[in-house]
């Protein structure tokens, strides 16, 4: 599926899952598109396991939560910042690294 990227946002130095100095976090960058979604990109490793070659159901949690607080921020220039009060979450299948 191809899309037309406006604008990165930003990463931080330390965050879990968008620092890009966190030694153990997800480095993961975040795109605007030009049809008003986000698109988030990362590469697990092995220390992101839970069973040998499945993503741990924290990380994609982690990085879901990320998204969902990011995807505010479209068309704001980054001034607003979305919290997680709840998180939910139902899984249907493993995820393979």
């Known amino acids: 599926m191809k899309h037309k990227i406006s604008v990165k946002q930003p990463n931080s130095k330390m965050c879990f899952v968008c620092g890009l100095k966190n030694p153990f976090g997800l480095k993961a960058s975040f795109y605007e598109t030009s049809t008003k979604e986000l698109i988030a990109l990362f590469k697990p490793s092995e220390f992101h396991q839970g069973y040998p070659g499945r993503l741990h159901g924290g990380i ?3 990085i879901l939560d990320e998204t969902i607080g990011r995807a505010i ?3 704001h220039e980054n ?3 979305g919290v997680t009060l709840e998180f939910t979450a ?3 299948k493993q995820i393979i690294q």
């Open 60 to 62: 994609a949690s982690a």
């Open 73 to 75: 921020m479209i068309n």
């Open 90 to 92: 139902k899984y249907r």
């Open 79 to 81: 001034e607003v910042w």
